[in-house]
Nanobody, 124 residues
């Protein structure tokens, strides 16, 4: 049984930082591209960041470039999203996802497995 479990969300003031973690089980983790997405009520799920199987390639949504960093530890089956200089616009539920053969790392439809999400709230 595949499980992706996110943690690290919470309430933070604008300008602060949070570190999201996602631990995977039931998959051969180092074969999967891992992504972070976010979704607010009434809106579609939005791409945030993606990292390839080795960690050697990353891409970010434009609004988070220079503030967020995605990384992975293939020994611990973990993907991390370090979020700095947070803004109220970053408030959302954040999801990690795993894709074996993604056609596009930015497309939610390319992902095979999803976590349950973790709430991030940034106050002004």
């Amino acid at each position: 049984q595949v499980q992706l479990v996110e943690s690290g969300g919470g309430l933070v003031q604008a300008g602060g930082s949070l570190r999201l973690s996602c631990v995977a089980s039931g998959v051969t983790f180092n074969r999967y591209t891992m992504g972070w997405f976010r979704q607010t009520p009434g809106k579609e799920r939005e791409f945030v960041a993606v990292i390839n199987w080795s960690g050697g390639t990353t891409f970010y949504e434009d609004s988070v470039k220079g503030r967020f960093t995605i990384s992975r530890d293939n020994v611990k089956n973990t993907v991390i999203l370090q979020m700095n200089s947070l803004k109220p616009a970053d408030t959302s539920v954040y999801y990690c996802a795993a894709a074996l053969l993604p056609s596009s790392g930015r497309d939610p439809g390319s992902y095979d497995y999803w976590g349950q999400g973790t709430q991030v709230t940034v106050s002004s």
